[in-house]
């Protein structure tokens, strides 16, 4: 519709021009007039693209936020149940550690703890959505600057903190594993030598520093108390 009237006033600006039905002074007032016109319109045409191009931005960072969301609740619920393992890993690790040089080992607290002497955990973030809005240049789109800074953080700097140290605690437990299977024997009564290969000196050293998760867990609150500040910002800006 404004290009329309642009075009039309375009003409009449022409028309006007060179006609000689008026004096200078009169085609330079129609001229003027009819500028003015023009230039509202293509202001007016301009506003409206921008209005309209703001309000389809503003759609996507709420439909992405939305999303987030429910990724961030996730993950949280995920991040929790690790907290868990990690502690199990302290309380085995910890009793291993902690025993007295002779000391014999006791098996209910081993096999209390044996799964997770075995296992590794690691966080699997559902960081998909993020990755995806951010490649695409739209993460600036959101207006919250505090909420886009939160994100960006926990994103590119809280969570590559805590798969970091997962990671690493992953390799020294493999290598603890890798040990113990070497020197694991199973013995006539169709038990193992287990008890002895959980104290061999070069078992110790691995079980002393698998007993130490408190970065992790740090690491893990941090993640947490950012994704739910994070929800709360959304929740208070869209409600819930």
Partial sequence: MAEQEVIKHTKKVYKIWGSEKHNFWEKLREFLVEIV????AVSLSIWLHERSEHSHQQQEVKAFLFGLREDLKNDIKEMGEDKKSFYAN?????????????????RDSVLKYKQFL???TSLLANNGRFEGFKSSGRIGNIEDLDLQNDIMEFYTENLPSLLLSTNLYTQQKLKFMDVVSENLVRL???????????VMPRVYNHIVTLSNVKEIIDRYDTCINKAKKIMGRIDNRYGR
């Fill in 37 to 40: 016109i023009i230039v509202f």
């Fill in 90 to 106: 302290r309380g085995g690790f910890g009793y291993l550690a902690n025993l007295r040089l002779n000391e014999k080992i006791n």
């Fill in 188 to 198: 006539t009564d169709s038990t193992t030598n287990e008890d002895k290969v959980l």
């Fill in 118 to 120: 075995r296992n590794t």
